[in-house]
């Protein structure tokens, strides 16, 4: 089914069937209520990191905290009436997390580790650089 809550609108024939599915639905409620703004909060820090990597802390900066606040408010509630199903959502995030998990998140860490240690030959003397590829070349030949 597309809406979870639908599932506690059945009466069970007990004498606390609708008590409990009211329990059960104000949980969901309380629930949502309590952990949307930490995941709100991380999600904050984590895209103004990634827009504005140079610039001050964000409680500092009053006006971009309220620009960036209201750009994700808006986009999470536009997409929440894009998708009024649910399945729909989670079937592109299975898709993206296979394929990122199986594609790109081991060659994101290739090429970091090939990047460190291109920067670490840069920076080292001549004889070190010297040794550290005699050595590389004796790894390969054993």
Avoid at 71 to 93: D, E, H, K
Avoid at 131 to 137: A, D, G, S, V, W
């Amino acid at each position: 089914m597309n809406d979870i809550l639908s599932n506690f609108d059945r009466d069970t024939g007990s004498a606390f069937g609708s008590l409990l599915n009211d329990v059960v639905r104000l949980s969901y409620v309380l629930h949502l209520v309590l952990v949307f703004p930490l995941l709100f909060f991380s999600l904050r820090i984590n895209v103004d990191e990634l827009l504005f990597p140079k610039s001050s802390h964000l409680s500092s900066d009053a006006h971009r905290f309220t620009l960036l606040t209201a750009a994700l408010l808006g986009s999470i509630y536009l997409g929440s009436v894009l998708f009024p199903s649910i399945w729909t959502l989670f079937q592109f995030i299975g898709l993206t997390t296979a394929v990122c998990i199986s594609l790109i998140f081991p060659a994101a860490l290739v090429l970091r580790v090939f990047m460190e240690r291109q920067k670490l030959l840069d920076r080292n003397p001549c004889g070190i650089r010297i040794f550290m590829e005699r050595r590389e070349l004796l790894d390969r030949n054993p």
